[in-house]
């Protein structure tokens, strides 16, 4: 990656905050225009990510280390861009763009700056997944949180307003532990640059690594809220199931980044070493737990919104276990899974608005809505677009598309995935040793966990399709739909690719299990030379 | 210097770990900006107890005896975010006593 490539890296922060800024300037009543400046710009990241995961997937060498004021690595900002982070920079865009496009058609227009929170939310998730250092991953957490804080409050109500209360609650508390790990590991290893951490980390004399893995773990903590990994997950179903359906939807990738970030520091700082494989006990007994907590929430939902919450719960639950084993061959098979499992929830709880829609019960919360943020129902009406004809067919394909993925069954890439994981556990492995009990477990629990999402699926499937003799046909517009066919097509597309995707993460685990990799390409990119005596500007911190 | 720090921290979070248990969102607000303020002594902790000493590399100043700046700029950053994220859930609070009638956390009492 060379030249102007290099500073593509770059784009995916700065697209966005440059939009949410300026769409700050446009009248909140001339909604197309924001409309379009925000759709521009999603469609923009989405084609520079693509770029990227396209340079990623062609180089063989680790080159993406972007210096932001172009200080060298220890010293100054450090992005980082390897096969992991294109990958969730992808996956991120394209359920942006999908989610962006749905909302289109009226959430955005159910309160204030739906856009520039939209953009913001990108612009944190982005910069997480890019930095490379742990303080900035903190202010791009707080970025992502704050935006998402007003996203799920967006469209008001007293329901919204209660979880949201509760979810700003949490997540308080949670970077209150996230700054005490920092503050931790600085205090013990003297530096926050994730390669130089993963450097000194090995080195450290024991009373001093005592304090650190403290902080690690005050560190995990923070993101296994994120992620929602049992007895740290209560907040999480009401929190996504209260959300408007495209913001639900754009959340199924705020719990997956909880997940990258667990996944990348244990990765990068405890590969190798007298440290090697801290945490990942309580990774995989907190995933089992996770698990169990999810499919049961999942059999015993009744509300379509709490299911797709709880399958949230199942599926950042599956990547914990994964994590906790820690075996390369069932890893790449879980990066695939979290890509299938993020667009499926992602498309999952669009759809669940538009399902909803004909019966009265969501129709009412969208009154409410409406009525509370004083828009005339009429106003929503002439929204645009056309009415979907053979709109039931279509939702009920759909439906049953998100219960194939959700479950695991083939021909969709939840299929996929789900055999490369167990796969891979059940002996043909990197490791060839034969399964042990923790991961017969493991085996036990990816499938009773896809059953029991089958069994609820098709429960809800028949009262949603067959026993809604009295709801009247929803009223679905074109572009509500395309989005989630949309994602639904990425995912058939996953299966049609699943060969090249699976070469890909096997690539990318292998490159995250030699952190030496990661941490030789950060010290060892210089600084662009500038001309004499002319120091290069700071970029400020705060 | 370094017992009065820490016991201040302490003191702080156990009373704030104490308030954002309990039922009222008043009582949980004002937990949050007790951990916060605890957080950021901590923070600021890390980087070593010196009183009077320059964060700046001058000419005539000893490595050794320079007090650590970087803990001073995180907690700087971290006085900012925590600052705008309580007023924001002080609106919510707001929001939430006004749809609801009450200030209970689950909006009943």
């Known amino acids: 990656m060379t030249g102007w490539q290099n500073h593509l890296i770059i784009l995916p922060i ?101 856009h520039s929170m939209f953009q913001i939310l990108l612009m944190g998730v982005n910069g997480a997944f890019l930095t490379g250092d742990l303080f900035n991953l903190f202010v791009f957490f707080e970025v992502m949180l704050a935006a998402s804080y007003g996203l799920l409050l967006h469209g008001s109500g007293a329901l919204r307003v209660k979880a949201g209360l509760h979810y700003i609650a949490v997540n308080l508390v949670a970077a209150l532990f996230f700054l005490i790990g920092v503050s931790l590991i600085y205090g013990t290893t003297g530096t ?249 477990t493991l085996v036990v629990l990816v499938i009773l966990s896809g059953v029991a999402a089958l069994i609820a699926m098709t429960r809800a499937g028949i009262r949603a399709f067959w026993t809604s003799i009295e709801g009247t046909v929803p009223r679905v517009l074109v572009i509500e739909l395309v989005p989630v066919m949309f994602l639904l097509c990425l995912t058939l597309a996953l299966t049609l690719q699943a060969g090249p995707a699976m070469r890909y993460m096997d690539t990318t685990i292998r490159t995250l299990s030699n952190p030496t990799i990661y941490i030789d390409a950060v010290k060892n990119a210089a600084a662009i030379e500038t001309r004499a005596g002319v120091q290069s500007q700071e970029t400020g911190g705060n | 210097m370094e017992l009065v720090l820490s016991i201040a921290i302490g003191v702080m979070t156990s009373c704030g770990v104490w308030l954002i248990l309990r039922p009222r969102t008043y009582q949980v607000i004002v937990g949050l900006s007790l951990l916060s303020y605890a957080v950021n002594l901590f923070i600021f902790g890390v980087g070593g107890v010196k009183s009077n000493v320059p964060p700046i590399l001058g000419d005539d100043v000893l490595p050794s005896t320079l007090t650590d700046p970087v803990p001073q700029a995180l907690v700087l950053t971290a006085i900012v975010i925590g600052f705008a994220t309580t007023a924001l859930f002080l609106v919510v609070m707001l929001a939430s006593r006004g749809l609801t009638g009450n200030d209970h956390v689950d909006g009943r009492n």
């Open chain 1, 192 to 440: 926050l640059n994730m390669a130089d951490l993963a450097a000194r980390i090995p080195e450290m004399e024991a009373d001093r690594r005592m304090l650190m893995e403290a902080g690690a773990g005050v560190l995990g903590i923070a993101f296994l809220i994120k992620a929602g990994m049992w007895p740290l997950c209560f907040w999480l179903p009401t929190a996504y199931s209260a959300a408007s359906a495209p913001v639900a939807g754009m959340f199924a990738i705020l719990s997956k980044l909880g997940i990258y970030v667990i996944l990348r520091l244990t990765m990068l700082l405890f590969g190798a070493g007298p440290s090697a494989g801290f945490g990942a006990e309580l990774l995989l007994f907190g995933g089992i737990a996770t698990v169990i907590f999810g499919t049961v929430g999942v059999l015993a939902s009744q509300a379509l919104g709490r299911l797709a919450g709880y399958s949230v719960l199942v599926s950042s639950g599956t990547m914990l276990m994964v994590l906790g084993i820690n075996d390369g061959a069932v890893s790449s098979g879980a990066l695939l899974y979290l890509v299938s499992s993020t667009l499926t929830i992602g498309a999952f709880f669009m759809l669940i608005e538009l399902v909803e829609r004909g019966q009265d019960a969501g129709a009412n919360v969208l009154a409410v809505t409406m009525e509370a943020y004083g828009e005339g129902d009429d106003d929503v009406e002439e929204g645009g677009g056309f009415a979907m004809p053979g709109t039931m067919a279509i939702l009920g394909i759909c439906f049953a598309a998100c219960g194939i993925l959700l479950s695991g069954l083939p021909p969709l890439s939840g299929f996929v995935a789900k055999f490369a994981m167990l796969s891979a556990m059940m002996g043909a492995g990197a490791t060839g040793v034969p399964p042990t009990a923790a991961v017969w």
């Open chain 1, 14 to 114: 700065l697209l966005p905050m440059i939009a949410a800024a300026s769409l700050l300037f446009v009248d909140e009543r001339s909604r197309v225009t924001k409309a379009m400046i925000s759709l521009a710009t999603t469609i923009l990241i989405a084609g520079v990510s693509i770029v990227l995961l396209q340079v990623e997937n062609a180089s063989e060498a680790f080159n993406g280390v972007y210096l932001v004021g172009n200080w060298v690595a220890p010293f100054g900002i450090v992005l980082v861009l390897d096969g992991l982070s294109a990958l969730m920079l992808a996956l991120t865009s394209l359920l942006a763009v999908a989610t962006l496009v749905f909302a289109l058609a009226r959430w955005h227009a159910v309160g204030a700056h739906f």
